[in-house]
């Protein structure tokens, strides 16, 4: 009898090409926002901190700066930011290369890595690691800092712990330093919840359940909290102020337990921009990338049509910018400048 094989076939995504022209635009706008907002801030002499760092991919666009301190409390993220830090200062380029799949953190090599850095830290004058909550005291013993930045960790924390960050990073600074956050950003004020980081099945959850999450820690799945530039605004410049209390009830501290801080307001915000961090897709429109962008067209009296180039999506994403309001409402994430206001 003859032999019968099965037949197979490679199944393609018709909507694969929306994926890669949002992954496209997202990397472009990636880069834009960092140019607009950091280069300038990254000078050679510069001493900066940053405040979580997780895995310490900032750390490469960090590089040229006089000397830069890395904090991280999940001792995961810390293993690993301190390999990142070995190959930039070894100049290892192959390792960092393997580094960035997140296929290689499975791998013996990378466990072995691990276990290494354990036994042999960092050992540098230029770049500086603690294992420690980003407010804590232990960090100005590395010195005052030109900029402290802090990426998308404050959507992940509770507002007591926000407030006691906003004035750690106010007592850390030099005097005119500059204070930069990214974050997640909403019209109004939820939250939701993740079983597990770069999940995009997510749960809405109260405000009580999300300050839950953050006192048990990431065994109970990913906290976010969206909110309101406006209301970011307000715990840059006063986090302690009472008015702060109706918003978020328990989770609120009425004054600091560590720091000296002035009744003046701590932070200016100089400026401000919205974009999207990461590149969700809609695939069942035929508008594609974002679901927002049909939304942001008839906003802005543009034809509502198929987002068909990464040019498109970046001059929408620019235009949302020239407009307060359509700033506000639209883009998932935002990155504030703000500066540190002295007191004389």
């Not at 715990?235 to 989770?251: C, S, V, Y």
Request: charged residues 25%; negative net charge.
């Amino acid at each position: 009898m003859e032999k019968i094989t099965a037949t197979t076939y490679d199944t393609i995504d018709p909507y694969q090409w929306v994926t890669d022209l949002a992954h496209e635009a997202w990397k472009a706008r990636d880069r834009e926002v960092w140019d607009n907002n950091l280069e300038d801030l990254i000078a050679s002499d510069a001493v900066i901190l940053d405040a979580g760092c997780g895995l310490g991919r900032l750390l490469p666009r960090l590089w040229s700066a006089k000397k830069i301190v890395l904090v991280e409390s999940d001792r995961r993220r810390f293993s690993h930011a301190s390999v990142v830090a070995n190959c930039l200062i070894d100049e290892d380029q192959q390792l960092f290369e393997k580094l960035k799949d997140d296929d290689f953190v499975q791998t013996d090599e990378y466990h072995r890595l691990i276990q290494q850095i354990h036994c042999s830290p960092p050992n540098s004058e230029k770049v500086q690691l603690l294992n420690d909550v980003m407010e804590s005291k232990a960090i100005i013993q590395y010195g005052s800092f030109d900029l402290i930045v802090c990426s998308h960790v404050f959507e992940h924390i509770s507002v007591d712990t926000i407030q006691e960050s906003v004035a750690a990073f106010y007592n850390f600074l030099k005097p005119n330093g500059s204070l930069v956050i990214f974050a997640s950003k909403s019209p109004m004020l939820y939250h939701v919840q993740s079983k597990k980081e770069f999940d995009h099945a997510r749960e809405l959850i109260t405000r009580e359940e999300f300050f839950e999450i953050c006192k048990k820690g990431h065994s109970e799945g990913l906290g976010i909290r969206y909110m309101p530039f406006d209301l970011f605004q307000t715990l840059l410049a006063t986090p302690f102020h009472p008015k702060l209390q109706q918003t978020f009830g328990d989770e609120f501290k009425p004054q600091s337990e560590y720091y000296q801080i002035p009744s003046t307001p701590l932070f200016k915000v100089e400026k401000w921009e919205a974009y999207h961090s990461e590149f969700y897709t809609h695939k069942t429109m035929k508008v594609g990338t974002y679901i927002e962008y049909p939304q942001i067209q008839a906003r802005l009296y543009l034809p509502v049509k198929p987002i068909e180039s990464v040019a498109e999506i970046l001059e929408l994403e620019h235009q949302v910018n020239q407009n307060e309001t359509l700033k506000k409402m639209h883009l998932i994430d935002m990155v504030i400048v703000a500066k540190k206001m002295d007191c004389y």
